[in-house]
């Protein structure tokens, strides 16, 4: 990335500078939560619902490259990017630079009452991003779950039909239809049904779940149940992230995608590719569908979009996306302009600084490093990912069956240690790694040092 020498140097409220220029170093201060944080999360525990928690409750004052720096001054090393949403890093220097222009603008007019130049030129800008040379419109909203609601209001309103087909660990965000989307009840889904109606749940291919089944074989057994169980006259739409997030960084063998993606096409219904935390250069490629060269109808976006402002996009075909009826799309901040220029400030570092080359770089540095830890610790049952986005689950040794209670142990030491890990799966076995893209390869190195250290003393 180019330094910005003639930005003014963004002092956070404790007067810390944020952004790149903070020491990439891992440093720790006081024990981890030190007392500052400890303060605040007494006030927290006070204010804040006891429903929203926290991984780690270190309370941040400032973060930049590949650290977060919390108010005890301590720093640590960031695998987490905020879930994937700071791959162009925190507080960049394009974005923060975007922002204080266009805040100093207008902040707010609302798009569906009086338009701007910044939410054209986004999806513009993902119009020509997204996979596949057809005519595209986009539409913006704040949230991925939003912006996931959007894209079946599309899929429907385009085909006249009402099923959505989603699949075994996915998930899809945590408003009403998004909840009957996921597939994990604790902590999503529990209590807070009825969900939505007209949702079908079809096998994932997950290669270290599934014997290794080709993917054409587990989209074939996907495929016959949506034609006996469903009937795919009614489908509207095929909703799948290509490598699942919160799920596990579940990676489907080759073929599923591009089976599903055709028997989409054959069959009218609208294939819809949840790219919200593989988007952006997450995977090793701008968007992780192309990695098997399969081109979603419609591709929904959110996380990466932006660099930390909230911004969700629904990009795909002209023809499903002008099915809607004028004013049928929208929402008061939806597309929001101060959000839109840091859009199109991250899509600009995207692009220039080749970001899916360094998240192939850090793909470089962390598997091989999990793949020898996986020999030494038999605990670690699978490694996989792509590029940036890569996982580790954790089984009792030779089995299937999930150890989150090891998987729990070495998260807790991580950040003992300084090092900001997040967990995620199904079973809750799994540590997962985003490191924000412009992180350096020797701080990167160090994390995994820790991590190796966290697994030695698991015992
Ligand atoms: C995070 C996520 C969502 C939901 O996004 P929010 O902005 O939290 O609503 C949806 N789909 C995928 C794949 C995600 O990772």
């Keep these: 990335m180019t330094a910005h020498p003639a930005a003014p140097p963004n002092l956070t409220p404790s007067g810390r500078a944020g952004g790149p220029g903070l020491p990439q170093e891992r440093r720790l201060v006081t024990a981890i939560p030190g007392p500052r944080s400890q303060e605040l999360h007494a006030r927290r525990l006070a204010a804040v619902a006891a429903g929203c928690s926290s991984a780690l409750p270190v309370y941040v004052a400032a973060a930049g490259g590949g650290v977060v720096v919390d108010v005890d001054g301590n720093s640590l090393i960031d695998l987490g990017a905020g879930i994937a949403v700071v791959n162009v890093g925190n507080s960049a220097p394009g974005v923060v630079e975007a922002v204080r222009e266009q805040v100093a603008e207008f902040t707010h007019t609302c798009f569906t009452v009086s338009p701007y130049e910044?939410?054209?030129?986004?999806?513009?800008?993902?119009?020509?991003?997204?996979?596949?040379?057809?005519?595209?419109?986009?539409?913006?909203?704040?949230?991925?779950?939003?912006?996931?609601?959007?894209?079946?209001?599309?899929?429907r309103a385009a085909t006249g039909r009402q099923a959505v087909v989603v699949f075994e660990h996915a998930y899809h965000g945590r408003t009403n239809l998004t909840m009957a989307l996921t597939a994990k009840s604790m902590p999503y889904k529990h209590s807070f049904g009825p969900f939505a109606p007209e949702v079908y749940r079809m096998p994932m291919s997950y290669p270290f779940r599934d014997g290794g089944r080709s993917g054409e074989a587990v989209a074939a057994e996907a495929i016959t149940r949506i034609e006996k169980e469903i009937g795919a006259g009614g489908v509207a739409a095929i909703v799948v992230e290509p490598v699942q997030g919160e799920g596990g960084f579940v990676v489907p063998a080759p073929g599923f995608l591009p089976a599903l993606a055709e028997f989409a096409r054959a069959r009218g219904i609208v294939f819809?590719?949840?790219?919200?935390?593989?988007?952006?250069?997450?995977?090793?490629?701008?968007?992780?569908?192309?990695?098997?060269?399969?081109?979603?109808?419609?591709?929904?976006?959110?996380?990466?979009?932006?660099?930390?402002?909230?911004?969700?996009?629904?990009?795909?075909?002209?023809?499903?996306?002008?099915?809607?009826?004028a004013g049928g799309l929208g929402g008061t901040y939806a597309g929001n302009p101060v959000a839109c220029a840091a859009a199109l400030a991250a899509i600009r570092a995207v692009e220039e600084g080749d970001l899916s080359a360094r998240a192939r770089a850090l793909g470089d540095v962390m598997l091989p490093r999990l793949r020898r830890l996986a020999e030494q610790h038999p605990v670690i049952g699978d490694v996989r990912g792509r590029g940036a986005?890569?996982?580790?689950?954790?089984?009792?040794?030779?089995?299937?069956?999930?150890?989150?209670?090891?998987?729990?142990?070495?998260?807790?030491?991580?950040?003992?240690?300084?090092?900001?890990?997040?967990?995620?799966?199904?079973?809750?076995?799994?540590?997962?790694?985003?490191?924000?893209?412009?992180?350096?390869?020797?701080?990167?190195?160090?994390?995994?040092?820790?991590?190796?250290?966290?697994?030695?003393?698991?015992?």
Excluded at 282 to 305: M, N, S, Y
């Design 118 to 155: 910044q939410y054209v030129a986004v999806c513009e800008a993902l119009n020509r991003l997204t996979p596949g040379d057809h005519e595209k419109r986009s539409v913006l909203f704040n949230s991925g779950a939003e912006a996931v609601e959007n894209a079946v209001k599309i899929a």
């Design 272 to 325: 819809v590719a949840d790219e919200i935390q593989t988007g952006f250069a997450r995977t090793g490629d701008v968007f992780a569908c192309e990695h098997e060269g399969v081109v979603p109808d419609l591709i929904t976006t959110a996380k990466g979009i932006a660099g930390g402002m909230p911004l969700s996009a629904v990009t795909g075909r002209a023809e499903i996306m002008d099915s809607v009826h």
């Design 389 to 459: 986005m890569v996982a580790v689950e954790l089984v009792r040794p030779g089995t299937l069956e999930p150890d989150p209670a090891a998987t729990a142990a070495v998260n807790a030491a991580c950040h003992a240690a300084g090092v900001l890990t997040l967990t995620a799966g199904t079973y809750g076995n799994v540590l997962r790694f985003l490191p924000p893209l412009v992180m350096g390869e020797d701080l990167l190195a160090e994390a995994m040092d820790v991590l190796a250290d966290a697994f030695a003393s698991l015992g």
